[in-house]
């Protein structure tokens, strides 16, 4: 990820404070110690101020997360952290309940005196839930990106999901579809999509990390003083990338968070990852991709951009709206709808480029996952908000949901946007239930075939 022009440039992170909000950390891990900052910690599972994982054979995954972005350099142990001069800590969350005050507690640590927060946890990976932050942590994310950094916005990195084998997307993950965190996706070392990776319009770049088993995965600290090289999924990216953002900082802490999204968006290289189909280029011929953003983050142009960044303005929000009432779509259809934006023009809120374009939506379906919704823009961009996920049979509405996409940066809002919501011609259900009736036909064959082996066996036992 082109790291070491960042290093050659002389930015490892100095004087940059990153917190990992999730088991714990070993704080006295010989490549941690050294840079561990007790105020970039807390312990809220056991309500202290000491984030020691309080079992290292299961809560390990904070250590390693937190040895990516700030192992210390040069002492023979382990590996290199990306930003292995920055200052390190950790917020012990995820080994106990986890509801919204926790979360809000995580996020809303010490915002003045931390920089980058990264996270690697949200909903259940399981294709079938839609679930988000709720309202104390919603509120932790804007006093965050507001007041945190004194005004400048604190830098939340979030991991985009490992539900990938589930059909999982990552819009239906109320975090990573937030336009307040840096969603970061998965590649494998050979430039191909992992086959955990959840496709989805939210995620904003890429790092390296696992593939398929054989595969190097990342090298990492553990507890108990020691190391690994079994760090794997996007759990292994979103620190990466928080280790890459600490770099930036350094090089220019005037940096808003605004800023660094721009510059996550302007400077990371499709070309590494081209070989993946899936690539489209938008409305200001800018590269970007459903499973991995604007691609592979690089670390040493995103540092020589923001030595020279200049602070980007106010950011505008122009809402439009639409209600459409009692619309029905048959299998292998699609309802379109069309909306006229003036991107409120002539008025204090008037958009001149886009950043995040949220639509949320209200919709009563059955089977939910049987839908695939996509919008495009007015110069032609067309971003898919939501793939058809054949776990999602339960539930069969979305109530408001902001589904985000990243794909119209930089384009033009005015003029008539087109969104599509499109049935599969295929019923999930009914292959579910064929499949369930092929097993039980199977099944039966196979007791028939027992009952009828038993009797002649004991027919020839009874004759001889």
Not at 10 to 15: D, E, H, L, V
Not at 209 to 221: F, I, M
Not at 253 to 274: A, F, G, I, N
Request: proline share 5%; glycine share 10%; with cysteine.
């Amino acid at each position: 990820m082109n790291l070491v022009p960042a290093w050659k440039k002389g930015y490892t992170g100095k004087g940059v404070v990153v917190s990992i909000l999730d088991d714990g950390i070993q704080t006295n891990h010989p490549d941690l110690a050294q840079n561990y900052d007790p105020q970039a910690s807390t312990d809220i599972n056991g309500n202290d101020d000491d984030p020691m994982p309080q079992d290292n054979g299961d809560n390990k995954h904070g250590t390693r997360c937190a040895g990516e972005v700030a192992a210390v350099a040069y002492n023979q142990f382990c590996g290199i952290g990306v930003a292995y001069n920055a200052s390190i800590g950790g917020v012990r969350m995820l080994d106990g309940v986890v509801n919204d005050a926790v979360e809000a507690r995580a996020l809303g640590l010490n915002p003045e005196h931390i920089d980058v927060y990264s996270a690697s946890w949200g909903p259940e990976d399981d294709g079938k839930t839609v679930d988000g932050p709720g309202p104390l942590a919603r509120r932790a994310f804007i006093y965050g990106v507001t007041s945190g950094r004194k005004g400048k916005g604190s830098i939340f990195v979030w991991a985009s999901g490992n539900g990938g084998r589930h059909t999982d997307s990552c819009n239906c993950d109320g975090y990573t579809n937030s336009i307040f965190t840096l969603s970061i996706s998965s590649a494998t070392q050979g430039g191909y999509k992992p086959w955990y990776l959840e496709e989805c319009s939210s995620t904003l770049a890429t790092t390296y990390s696992s593939g398929t088993p054989g595969h190097d995965k990342s090298v990492a600290t553990r507890p108990d003083h020691i190391c690994t090289v079994e760090h794997t999924g996007t759990s292994a990216s979103a620190p990466l990338a928080a280790g890459i953002c600490a770099l930036a900082l350094e090089a220019n802490p005037t940096l808003t968070w605004r800023d660094m999204q721009y510059l996550v968006v302007l400077t990371s290289r499709p070309q590494p990852l081209e070989k993946e189909s899936g690539w489209v280029v938008n409305g200001v011929r800018r590269k970007v991709s459903h499973k991995f953003g604007y691609g592979l983050m690089d670390a040493g142009a995103l540092v020589t951009l923001a030595e020279k960044w200049t602070t980007v303005p106010p950011q505008h929000i122009c809402k439009s709206q639409e209600l459409i009432e009692d619309k029905s779509i048959n299998p292998g259809t699609t309802l379109d709808f069309y909306m006229d934006v003036d991107a409120c023009g002539g008025t204090l809120n008037e958009v001149r480029f886009l950043e995040h374009v949220q639509c949320k939506i209200s919709l009563r379906f059955f089977p939910r996952g049987n839908l695939r919704i996509q919008l495009t823009s007015p110069m032609g961009t067309t971003s898919t908000l939501l793939f058809e996920r054949p776990r999602d049979v339960v539930s069969s509405n979305f109530d408001d949901w902001p589904f985000l996409s990243v794909h119209y940066w930089g384009e033009k809002a005015e003029g008539r946007w087109h969104l599509q919501v499109k049935k599969s011609i295929f019923d999930f259900r009914a292959i579910f239930l064929f499949a369930c009736y092929y097993f039980y036909i199977l099944r039966s064959y196979s007791i028939v075939y027992r009952s009828l082996t038993q009797e002649i066996a004991t027919s020839i036992n009874q004759e001889y």
